[in-house]
């Protein structure tokens, strides 16, 4: 079992549509990083959160600590979200870039 | 300025053969990482660099791997004596600080194919 865990692999969604890609982990963890990576292959960083709830633009973070689980919204999908998006988890006490990755949710929206 | 540049940008080499890649972090970040993502996998943590110290190497798969950081700035990843199973792209990324809130910030990586 991997220590971060995706769901769902595989997203398909129409566009406007509210879309929800969840995380779950089983370490203790210092940070949560919400990535995404484009079809060329470049990685954008678009949430580090330790607590509670971070919103930016159409996208919103959350993380339940208690829980070990993490989701990241988009609100009002737009085909330009197309990509996958990816959970890292830096391990508690780790440097913050030593992280452990999920395999990623494949996201297609159509128009 | 710049975001981060890595370089080359596709590598073709012949097993046995050694490699080096480049990377230049965004100026005045002190920290440093390399990753690698083989086809069809997740990414992996390679090494951290903390200005031109490597606080954590556990991620490198063997001693084939090394990486130095000069200047606070480049740092180069090298690969001795190639096999097939290194041909994956090797990400770096920065950030201005090691720990707290530094956001990540990536290259574009380096495709690395060994026939």
């Known amino acids: 079992k991997n220590e971060v865990e995706q769901s769902p692999q595989n997203l398909t969604a129409q566009e406007g549509e509210f879309i929800t890609i969840n995380c779950s982990y089983s370490?203790?963890?210092?940070?949560l990083h919400w990535l995404q990576q484009h079809p060329g292959g470049g990685i954008v960083s678009l949430f580090m959160?330790?607590?509670g709830k971070k919103k930016h633009g159409r996208l919103i973070a959350t993380i339940n600590i208690q829980e070990k689980h993490s989701s990241l919204h988009i609100t009002a999908s737009h085909p330009r979200d197309s990509a996958v998006y990816i959970c890292a988890a830096t391990n508690y006490g780790g440097s913050q870039g030593n992280l452990i990755f999920g395999k990623g949710t494949k996201l297609s929206v159509k128009p | 300025g710049a975001g981060v540049s890595q370089s080359p940008s596709n590598k073709v080499t012949e097993k046995g053969k050694d490699v080096e890649l480049r990377c230049d972090p965004i100026s005045g970040h002190t920290a440093l990482y390399w990753y690698r993502q083989r086809l069809g996998q997740g990414l992996e943590f390679l090494i951290y660099f903390q200005g031109n110290s490597a606080p954590d190497k556990s991620g490198l798969p063997s001693d084939r791997f090394s990486a130095e950081r000069t200047g606070e700035s480049v740092s180069t990843l090298t690969i001795q004596r190639t096999q097939q199973e290194d041909s994956a792209v090797y990400l770096c990324a920065s950030s201005l600080s090691g720990t707290g809130n530094s956001p990540l910030h990536f290259g574009n990586g380096t495709r690395l194919t060994v026939t």
């Open positions: 370490v203790g963890i210092s940070a």
């Open positions: 959160l330790s607590s």
